[in-house]
């Protein structure tokens, strides 16, 4: 059981900013994301793109503010549980909150927040007749340990950069054998990665099959093998594994099913503090909504301030806590 | 003020008809988010893939630009049909336009 002051669940700008505003009032935070690395949408959809609002960086990469955003909460050592989704959420009788996540994790904490931008990154699914029987037996769609690969067939699917690392990386040692299929003749992938699975498939290190998709999935009780629908021909190859990755998409999930007010898939909060109708709960940054709500990075981070006073009377009723710049703090105080 | 009508059909099979003002100077996809459709999560840069559609006919409309070509292509759904309709400016055009909502 991990235990906790804060939960928060989404470990985009807004949920890393929480750490820092709670750690200026010594409370420990733990973050939990369904993707496997830090950044929420910022470092999974568009790290490389500039943001011109963010106050004081005229200009910033999106994958840039999230590497600033690591450094200024590392002081306060927060707990990182990714690649997983918190999928129950329950109110025990001294008022703490039990969390476990899809994968089993057992969290306890006094305060959740809710910084989930658009909900849970959650994997697009080709329309592969049995493809859910295979999920686990065979059929991953995201890579949280490669070395589970070593020593196997894996067949990846997909031209972004996504398919092109792992392709990359599971060819160089671990697989032993790895087959990139992908339906176009060109990817939208780096140019270096591009550059390399061609190098890599003409030194036969990769099977490229263009033009091409799975078509169905065979084995007993386990993937043995796929068939492989070609521009000129229908084929089959052997299998271990079959790694589709055709990019995430956000759903808002079981956040749904937690008795939360929601109006049009965002939760509904009391600017006075970015609490929710359950005592406890908080939700800032894309994930919440009233009146006049702007979805903008900064508006997440000022919401993500008030709420972090707001549970420290909460968690303590009784604690003392004075107000002070951080500059009158003369530095960072950490854990 | 001039406006033209967008028709939708919703990942249910059921129908939506929107009207919308020309001079809005908004995009496809913003006009659709903005009747309450979930899409749009990347905020329009042909990033996501959130606002994909079939649309037949699509390119007398505007062409595909390299980043929505390549986006596209990433997705196992996408056909000669497929659009980014972020990528699509609110003109003239597009009154009429049957969009289809493609289901992640």
Redesign the interface.
């Known amino acids: 059981m991990i235990k906790s002051d804060i939960i928060i669940i989404g470990a985009g700008p807004c949920g890393l900013f929480s750490v820092f505003e709670a750690g200026l009032l010594k409370m420990r935070c733990h973050l939990i994301d369904s993707l496997p690395q830090p950044g929420g ?1 910022c470092s999974e ?2 790290p490389k ?1 500039p943001i011109y609002d963010i106050p004081g960086f005229p200009e910033i990469l999106a994958g840039d503010l999230i590497k600033n955003l690591m450094k200024q909460i590392a002081p306060f050592n927060p707990g990182f549980t990714l690649g997983e989704r918190v999928e129950i959420i329950k109110k025990q009788s001294d008022d703490s909150f039990f969390v476990v996540t899809n994968r089993g994790t057992e969290h306890s904490c006094r305060v959740i927040v809710i910084a989930a931008g ?1 909900g849970c990154f959650e994997p ?1 699914k ?2 592969v007749e049995n493809l859910s029987f295979f999920e686990d037996k065979g059929v991953d769609y995201i890579i949280k340990d490669p070395f589970k690969f070593k020593g196997k067939k894996v067949v990846v ?4 950069d996504s398919a092109l690392d792992w392709a990359i990386y599971l060819a160089d040692g671990i697989a032993s054998q790895v087959t990139l299929v992908h ?2 003749d ?1 990817f ?1 992938g780096h140019v270096e990665s591009v550059e390399k699975i061609h190098k890599m498939s003409n030194s036969g290190k990769i099977n490229l099959i263009t033009n091409a ?1 799975v078509q169905a999935l065979k084995g007993a009780d386990k993937l043995t093998s796929l068939t492989i629908k070609a521009e000129k021909n229908n084929f089959s190859i052997e299998t271990d594994y079959w790694v ?1 990755l ?2 995430l ?2 759903k808002l999930g079981p956040i749904a099913n937690w008795g939360l007010n929601l109006n ?2 965002a939760i509904e909060v009391n600017t006075y503090d970015y609490s929710t109708n359950i005592e406890g709960i908080y939700a800032i940054g894309d994930i919440n909504t009233y009146p006049g709500k702007l979805k903008l990075i900064l508006s997440g981070f000022h919401e993500s301030a008030l709420m972090c006073q707001s549970a420290f009377k909460y968690i303590f009723p009784n604690g003392k806590k004075s107000f002070k710049y951080t500059t009158v703090l003369g530095g960072i105080e950490g854990f | 003020m001039e406006k033209i009508l967008i028709n939708i059909i919703d990942q249910n099979g059921e129908k939506h008809v929107l009207e919308t003002n020309l001079d809005s100077g908004l995009n496809l996809m913003e006009v659709v988010r903005d009747e309450g459709f979930q899409m749009g999560n990347c905020g329009g840069m042909a990033l996501c893939a959130s606002c994909h559609c079939y649309i037949q006919n699509s390119h007398d409309i505007n062409k595909k630009s390299k980043a929505e070509e390549d986006m596209l292509n990433q997705l196992h759904n996408s056909n000669l049909e497929s659009r980014l309709i972020c990528q699509i400016p609110i003109k003239k055009e597009l009154n009429g336009v049957v969009l289809i909502l493609v289901d992640d």
Do not use: A, D, H, W
């Not at chain 1, 699917?157 to 972004?160: A, E, F, L, N, R």
């Open positions: 949408q959809i568009y793109k658009l697009r080709p329309m699917s997909g031209g972004g339906r176009r060109s939208r998709e589709p055709f990019g998409t956000p049009k898939n």
